[in-house]
Nanobody, 120 residues
Framework: EVQLVESGGGLVQAGGSLRLSCAAS????????IGWFRQAPGKEREGVSC????????YYADSVKGRFTISRDNAKNTVYLQMSSLKPEDTAVYYC?????????????WGQGTQVTVSS
């Protein structure tokens, strides 16, 4: 059974830090790019950051660049999102996504999300 389990969310004051974890099981983790998305109340889900399966290259949305750092530990099948200098506008449910293209098929798995609340 494929599982992505996020953890590490919580309530933090503006300027604080949190580290989110995404633990994966049930598929070949090394073959998948892993991304973090977030969805704030009344807003669409947006991409925050992702890390490739191959060379570890990373992407960050402009809104988090310089404040968030994504990393992966393939030995532990886990991806982390270190979030610093948090702002109230970072408040959202954060989701982990695993994706790869196999032949002509796009494979996507999602976690259940973890709430991050940043108070001003």
């Amino acid at each position: 059974e494929v599982q992505l389990v996020e953890s590490g969310g919580g309530l933090v004051q503006a300027g604080g830090s949190l580290r989110l974890s995404c633990a994966a099981s049930g598929f070949t983790f090394d073959d998948y790019a892993i991304g973090w998305f977030r969805q704030a109340p009344g807003k669409e889900r947006e991409g925050v950051s992702c890390i490739s399966s191959s060379d570890g290259s990373t992407y960050y949305a402009d809104s988090v660049k310089g404040r968030f750092t994504i990393s992966r530990d393939n030995a532990k099948n886990t991806v982390y999102l270190q979030m610093s200098s948090l702002k109230p506008e970072d408040t959202a449910v954060y989701y982990c996504n695993a994706a790869r293209r196999l032949g002509g098929t796009q494979l996507d798995y999602w976690g259940q999300g973890t709430q991050v609340t940043v108070s001003s």
